[in-house]
C-alpha cells in the first residue's frame, strides 16, 4: 500500500478500520525519509523516538480514546520547538540546542498527557529544513544545506517552509507545519505543487515559535489537500493564554463548509454560485510570468465555471508592500534575535578576549549572509533618526493596505491571484541578488502586513514546473477558504499530480 | 560664582507580586541562583511574555495617591541594548506612552515644604545580575556568573522633574517617596534587597541662567545615605570642574561608597542608541474607568490626609499624628481601636500607642505589623484604663503580661483575666479607701507632721504609701483627694 | 547609506563586517533602502501606524494574567544548552563596570 500517496482523510480511516496501525505508518514513512534524503527535507530524525510516539498512539487507538488525527505521522517545520528533537531553526546558531519545552502547535498536535489534556495524538517524523530563521523565499539560505524541489532537483523548493513542502512533495510525510511571515507557507507550496494556508494573524500560538518577525509570524500546514489542511488547521488553532497576540476566539471546525455550497440556494453543478472573486489588478501585471498567469486565469475561471462571479478589484500598493514589508519585517527580526548572544545558549565562539568579541564573534559565526542582511536592515530603520521615515512610515503604509484590501471585500468574497510571478527557479539564479529576491515576493506580502487569511492551491504546471493559485480572504474567513479551496479541488486533479522524481 | 543645583531623580522601585511582570516565575528574594528563571525570563526561543495584572494594578495605585493621571492605553516599547543580564538583549519597558502621567510629591525639608512635580511612572522589567566572584570560564578566563533570579521582576520607573535644589531635597524626596510605596503595599521598601533604587540626575548651572548645564545621571543609589554623599560629591566635582575652565561631559557615573567618589561607567553609555520600537508581543494596556475606580475604592487613606484628620478631629497633637501615620500597620492599628472603643477614647488610645506601646516595639526591635498583639487583644486595656477598672501603671503590666505570653505563643490570657486573676481591680470605693488611708496616715505619722508642717513632698510621699499599700490598685485621682480632705 | 553606516550599526547589532564583507553588503543594502525610499511618496499623514494586523479589526487590550506564581525550579533542564556554566551561573568574561 503506497501510504505516501494517501491524503490525512485516507489515513485516519485506514487507522479507524485497523488497515494499518500507527506503528507501521511510522515505519513506512522513516523508511521514505532514510531513502529520499537527496531532497535535504529534514534537519533531525529521530526513529526511536518517533517510533516510541506511534507506540504511544496504538496504545490510544486500543483504548477507544482515538481522535481523528490519532496515530497519523507529520514533520514539524525546525522553527518549532519541540523537547525530543533538536531545534536550530535551520542556523549554526542553534546547533545542537535542546529545548527544554515543546511549542504550542507540537503540543497541540502531539501526544495527550496529563499537561496536555488537548494533543492531536499525532506522530512526528522529524524536523524539516528550512531558511534560516525563517529569512527567506528558496530555502538556499539553510545553514545545512539546500532543500531540493521533488519536482525537478536542480530547482530550489521555495522557502522559508521548503524542508515541509518539500516532505510532503516528495511523500515523506503526509503533511507538515510551516509558518508563513511573508509568503512562507504558499510559496513553497506553490513551487511543490501542495496546498498550504496561512491563518488569520492570532489564529495559531506563537508560543514556542522560534520568532522571526512577531507581529507577521503565522504558523498553518501545508499538505497535499485543502480537506487536510482544514483537518491540521483545527487542530493547531487554539486560544493560548501564553501568547498575548492568540486571539480568544480561535477553536473552529475549519472544514465545516468543505462540501457545502457557498449559498444554500445554489444549484449542485455550480456548488460556488454567490461567490465573489475578486481579481486585482496589480496582481496580474508586469512580472508575472505569462505561464503562471495563464494557469491563473484558468483556476479563476474554473471558479466560474462552479458558479462564481469573477470581479476586478484593485490593491494599489501592491508594489509599495515590499519595501513595507522589508522595513517591517528585519526591524522586528533585529530585536528578536538580539536574545542569541553565546550567553545562555546556542553557538559560542571559541576564541575571545572580552565580551565584546565573545557576542560579535558568535554572532558573526553563528548567522548566515541573509539573516545579517536583515539584522542590519532592522537595526537601521530602528535606529534614531530614521525610525520616523522608515520604520513610522512603514507602519502607516501598512494601515493603508489593509483598508485597501476592505475597499477591495466590498465587491468581493475573496480575492484570486498568482502566488510567485514564476515558477521554481534554479539554485543560484536568485541568491546573489538579495532584492531579486525580494521582488518575487510581491503578491504575498500584503497579506502578511494585513494580517489576513491566504492559501495556496495547485492550479497548473508550467516546464513541469508546479503553479499554485492564490486565494485570500477576509478576517477569519478561513473555514471559506477551504471550502472554495476544496470545490475547486473536486473540479480538478492538479492536487492529485505525483512528481516523477518520487518514488 | 554662585551656582545652583539641578536635580531630578529616577527611582526603581519593586513591585509587590508574587510572580514576574511577565512570567509566572517566583519574584522571592534569596532563592538559589536560577531556580526563579523559567524559559520566558531566560529568553530561550519562542518564549512571549504576558502581562501580570497585579503589577499593573500597584501602578494605578501609585498613580493615584500622587494624583496623576493614568493612562487609558499605554504601550510597551522595547529599549534594545546587549548586556549579560539582559537575556532577550532588549528590555520590555514604556517609552513615548506610560501608564502613569505627571503626579506630584510634597516634601518637607527642615521648615519648608516643597512640591515636587513628577514627569511619569512606568512599568518595566529589572534585569537579572552579574556577580563578579573568581569564575574561570571554558577557556581560563576570569569571568563574571550571571544570575537571571532577578530577570523579569516588575519594576515602577518613577521620574521627577529636574527641580530639586540640593541633596537635601532629592533626600528628603527619596525618603517620602520610599514611605509612600510602602504605604500602598506597592513595594516592600527593601533597600538592601534592592527593592528601591536611585538614580540622580545632576547639574549645575550659574545662578540666574535659565539653560540646564549638562547633566550627568548616577546610578544604583540603594541607600539615603548615599544618594545625599553622591549628589554632594558629584556637585562639588562638576563645579570644580567647571571653575577649573572645563566642561562637563554628559556621561552615566557609579558612586564609590568605599572612596566616596563618583566615577564613569566605563563606556556603557557612549552614543547608546536604544532603537525603542512598540513590543510587537505586547498589545495594547487598556485601563478603563471600571478598573481605576475599583482600584481607588480600596485605596487606604494616604498618611498626609489621616495625620491631618486625626489632628482635626480628635485635638490629636502633630507629633502625635505623624508618629501614628508612621506606618500602615500603626495606622491600622490605631483605626482598630478606634473601631471597637469609640471616638471618645481616641486621644487616649493615641497616648497609649505613642507611649507605653511604642517604647514595648522599640525594645524588641519590632514595628507595628510584627506586633504579637491585634487591636481585639488591646482595646480591653484601655476600655478598663477608661472605666476606672484599672490605673495607667497597672494596666502597664498587664500589657506586659499580655506581650510576654503572645510572643511565647502561649498567648491564654486576656485583660479582664488577668484583672481577675491578679486581683488588680482598681480600688475606687471611697469607704475603701478611706480606712486604707487612715491606716497609712496612722503608720506614717511623720509625714503627716511633715506636710502639715508645710512640706508639700510629704503628700506625694504619703499618696506613695497608699499606693504601696494597695499594690497599686488605689485610684490615684480619689486618693489625692480623699488624703487632702483626710489632712486638712 | 555609507560604509561607515554600515560598520556603526553592525556594531550596534553585535556583528563584525570585515572590510570586504562590508563592502559587499553595502551596495546591497543601498538598493534595498533605494526601494525603500519609494515610501517616502505615499502621503501617510491621515493614517496611523498600524503596529498589530488584528488592532485593524478590533480594539484589543492587552490580556492580563493573575499574579500566580506557576513556574517550578527546572534550572537544569532549562540550562542544558549553556555554553559555559558554573554553580549554577552561566558564565561570561568578566565585565567591569
Redesign the interface.
Known sequence: MSWHLSSLAMLAKALEAKTVSSTELAGYFLSRIQVGTRWNAFLDVNPDLTMEQAASADRIRAAGKAGQLTGIPLAHKDVFVTRGWKSTAASRMLLGYQSPFDAAVVERLGMPSEENPGGAGMVCLGKANMDEFAMGSSNENSAFGPVLNPWNPECVAGGSSGGSAAAVAAGLAPIATGTDTGGSIRQPAALCGLTGIKPSYGRVSRYGMIAYASSLDQAGPIGKTAEDCALLLSAMSHHDPRDSTSLADSGEDYGRYLNAAWDASAAAAKPLTGLRVGLPIEFFSEGLADGVAKSVREGANQLQALGATLVEVSLPKTKLSIPVYYVLAPAEASSNLSRFDGVRYGHRTNEYRDLSEMYKKSRTEGFGAEVKRRILIGSYVLSHGYYDAYYLQAQRIRRIIAADFQTAFAQCDLILGPVTPDVAWKFGEKSNDPLQMYLADIYTLSTNLAGLPAMSVPCGFSQDLPIGMQLIGNYFSEARLLQVAHQYQQATDWHLRQPSEVL | MQWEVVIGLETHTQLR???KIF????TQFGA????????VD???????????????EHAIRFGLAIGAAIAPVSI?A?K?Y???DL????QISQYEIPVVLGGHLEIVVGDTTKVIELTRAHLEEDAGK???ED?I???G????????NRAGTPLLEIVTEPVMRSAAEAVAYAKTLHSLVVWLGVCDGNMQEGSFRCDANVSVRPLGQEAFGTRCEIKNLNSFRFLEEAIQYEVRRQIELIEDGGTVVQETR?YDPDKQETRS??S?EDAQ?Y????D???????IDEVWIESIRSTMPALPAQLKQQWQDDFGLSLYDAELLTQDRATATLFEELLTILGKPLAKAAANWMTGDFASTLNRAGMSAADSPLNAAHLAPLLSRMADGTISNKIAKDIFADLWKEALDGQLKSTVDSIIESKGLKQISDSGELGALIDQVMQTNSAFVDEFRAGKEKAFNALVGQVMKASQGKANPQQVNELLRKKLS | MKLDDVQRIAHLSRLELCQAEAELVLPQLQAIFSLVEEMQAVDTSNYAPLAHPILFLRDLAQPLRPDRVTEQDHRKQNMQSAPAQQDGYFLVPRVIE
Not at chain 2, 33 to 38: G, I, L, P, R, Y
Not at chain 2, 87 to 90: I, L, R, S
Not at chain 2, 275 to 278: A, G, I
Open positions: 507580586t508574587a510572580s512570567s509566572g516565575a517566583s538559589d541562583v536560577n531556580t526563579q528563571a523559567c524559559p531566560l529568553a530561550l526561543p519562542g518564549v512571549l511574555p504576558v502581562l501580570n495584572r497585579q503589577a499593573v510597551f522595547r534594545n546587549f548586556y549579560p537575556p532577550k538583549g532588549y552579574s556577580v563578579h569564575f570560564g571554558p577557556h578566563e576570569p569571568s563574571s556568573g550571571i544570575d537571571l557609579l561607567m566605563r556603557k542608541d532603537r525603542y520600537f512598540p510587537p508581543d505586547l498589545l495594547p494596556l487598556v
